[in-house]
């Protein structure tokens, strides 16, 4: 039984925010298709699956600190 996006999703984002590297998990798109995007600083030796619980996963670099929108 396939998990829905957003059980996925949760399961990610507990499972590989506590790993070094890792500076945020959260929900992409790619070829309309919902995926599990994680951004790693550039010093991260983790790796991740190809895909998770059914979804793609795509690692991206992490670009500078996170902002929540609003904040400056």
Same mark, same amino acid.
């Given at each position: 039984?396939?998990?829905?996006?957003? /059980?996925a999703?949760a399961h990610?984002t507990?499972a590989?925010?506590?790993?070094?590297?890792?500076?945020? &998990?959260?929900q992409?798109?790619?070829?309309?298709?919902?995926?599990?995007?994680?951004?790693i /600083?550039?010093?991260s030796?983790?790796?991740?699956?190809?895909?998770?619980?059914g979804?793609?996963v795509i &690692?991206?670099?992490l670009?500078?600190?996170?902002?929540a929108?609003g904040?400056?």
């Open positions: 039984m396939e998990r829905n996006f957003d /059980t999703l990610a507990e590989w925010m506590a790993q070094d590297g890792v500076g945020a &998990v959260g992409g798109e790619a070829d309309g298709e919902p995926t599990i995007d994680v951004w /600083t550039p010093t030796t983790q790796s991740f699956p190809e895909s998770f619980e979804y793609r &690692v991206r670099p670009g500078g600190e996170i902002h929108q904040e400056a």
